[in-house]
């Protein structure tokens, strides 16, 4: 079946330093994919997306780009603040039936 | 409402004891999810309603767990019987089905917790 795949967390970064949290999935089709964010003592909220292949997603400084050939949606940020720390969740979208799939989400902690 | 609505926010109960946690979904989504978060954890995905479709129940943990969604909108997920494992924040979602930019949008979520 369909499944979502992220890097295991906790990641810990010095502000300022090159951010990545790796997504992979395996889906029948092309499944849209997204990355979500939830900020400490806050509700899940979409970060970016990309509904097909080479499509980069970006917001806030974050980019992904959905690599067909490696079944990847890996989150990128080259510089990283304190305010980004946060847990990310990877999610695809596909079938008939529409359902979201979800990664177990990246913990990041940015220190000043 | 301009959101996804989740009631209450805060609930403790004893264990034994059975709740009912509600969402009112985006008006116009037809689908919407369920999930639980517990402490530290992912997702954990319950049960999913799209459109008229009969639900994808495949998450609920035990038979104590159901959900239901009347007239495609409002959604309520009922624990009967509760135990301590069963404290969480539990998460509801709706999206709306038209496109491949379909994004879901969370609730505040109905933090659980049993006594």
């Known amino acids: 079946g369909d499944s979502v795949t992220q890097m295991e967390g906790p990641v810990t970064l010095s502000e300022e330093a090159f951010l990545t949290i790796n997504c992979t999935y395996t889906a029948t089709g092309y499944p849209s994919l997204f990355w979500y964010v939830q900020y400490p003592g806050e509700g899940l909220q979409l970060l970016l997306k990309?509904?097909?292949a080479d499509d980069k997603g970006s917001n806030k400084g974050f980019e992904a780009t959905y690599r067909k050939e490696t079944t990847s949606f890996h989150l990128e940020k080259g510089s990283v603040q304190v305010s980004d720390s946060a847990v990310y969740f990877c999610a695809s979208l596909a079938g008939n039936n529409r359902k979201l799939i979800w990664g177990l989400g990246t913990s990041l902690a940015v220190n000043p | 409402g301009a959101g996804v609505s989740q009631s209450p926010s805060n609930k403790v109960t004893e264990k034994g004891k059975d709740v009912e946690l509600r969402c009112d979904p985006i008006?116009?989504?037809?689908?919407l999810y369920w999930y639980r978060q517990s402490l530290g954890q992912g997702l954990e995905f319950l049960i999913y309603?799209?459109?008229?479709?009969?639900?994808?129940k495949s998450g609920l943990p035990s038979d104590r767990f159901s959900a239901e969604r009347t007239g495609g909108s409002v959604s309520t997920l009922t624990i009967q019987r509760t135990q301590q494992e069963d404290s969480a924040v539990y998460l509801c979602a709706s999206s709306s089905r038209t496109g491949r930019t379909t994004e879901a949008f969370f609730g505040q979520g109905t933090r659980l917790t049993v006594v």
């Open positions: 990309a509904t097909k």
């Open positions: 008006s116009g989504h037809t689908a």
């Open positions: 309603f799209q459109g008229n479709s009969a639900p994808d």
